[in-house]
């Protein structure tokens, strides 16, 4: 048995090394070509191109931070809805509970809907449940 898998090890070893080095030095050869391409390019526009270019880039980045200062405060409506619900059900379900229920804690945040009353979750089609 020693015999066999001294050699095997020594096989995988080897394989393992190889397949590293060239996987390695793909991703560095990869990088220069990228890097020679885009020097290579950025000569051939003109400025009125890399202009265009720059502002799309502007625009795309406000555009991102515009996004995320709306989820900041969609956010911050949805902490202040609750702390006034006595009430909260998942929007994958037809029942709602409790806020302090152990149910209701299991229900992940993102899916949360909440409600001030009972008749007012019943209204939304929803079965109110106890927690025992």
Same mark, same amino acid.
């Given at each position: 048995?020693?015999?066999?898998?001294?050699p095997v090890?020594?096989?995988?070893?080897?394989? /393992?090394?190889?397949? @590293? $080095?060239?996987?390695?030095? &793909?991703?560095?050869?990869?990088?220069?070509? &990228?890097?020679?391409?885009?020097?290579?390019? /950025?000569?051939?526009l003109s400025?009125?191109?890399?202009?265009?270019?720059?502002? #799309?880039?502007? #625009?795309?980045?406000?555009a991102d931070?515009?996004?995320?200062?709306?989820?900041?405060?969609?956010?911050?409506?949805?902490?202040?809805?609750? /702390? @006034? @619900?006595?009430?909260? $059900?998942?929007?994958?379900?037809?029942?709602?509970?409790?806020?302090?229920?152990?149910?209701?804690?299991?229900?992940?945040?993102?899916?949360?809907?909440?409600?001030?009353?009972?008749?007012? $979750?019943?209204?939304? $089609?929803?079965?109110?449940?106890?927690?025992?």
């Amino acid at each position: 048995m020693k015999k066999i898998f001294l050699p095997v090890l020594l096989a995988f070893s080897l394989f /393992t090394g190889f397949l @590293s $080095g060239y996987a390695y030095n &793909l991703y560095f050869s990869r990088e220069e070509c &990228l890097q020679k391409t885009f020097l290579d390019n /950025t000569t051939k526009l003109s400025p009125e191109e890399i202009e265009n270019i720059t502002n #799309a880039l502007n #625009a795309v980045t406000e555009a991102d931070e515009n996004k995320e200062i709306d989820k900041d405060i969609s956010d911050g409506d949805n902490n202040q809805q609750q /702390t @006034s @619900s006595q009430f909260v $059900g998942s929007r994958n379900s037809n029942k709602f509970y409790p806020v302090e229920c152990r149910y209701a804690k299991l229900i992940k945040e993102e899916n949360k809907v909440y409600f001030q009353t009972i008749e007012e $979750g019943e209204k939304a $089609g929803r079965k109110y449940v106890e927690c025992k």
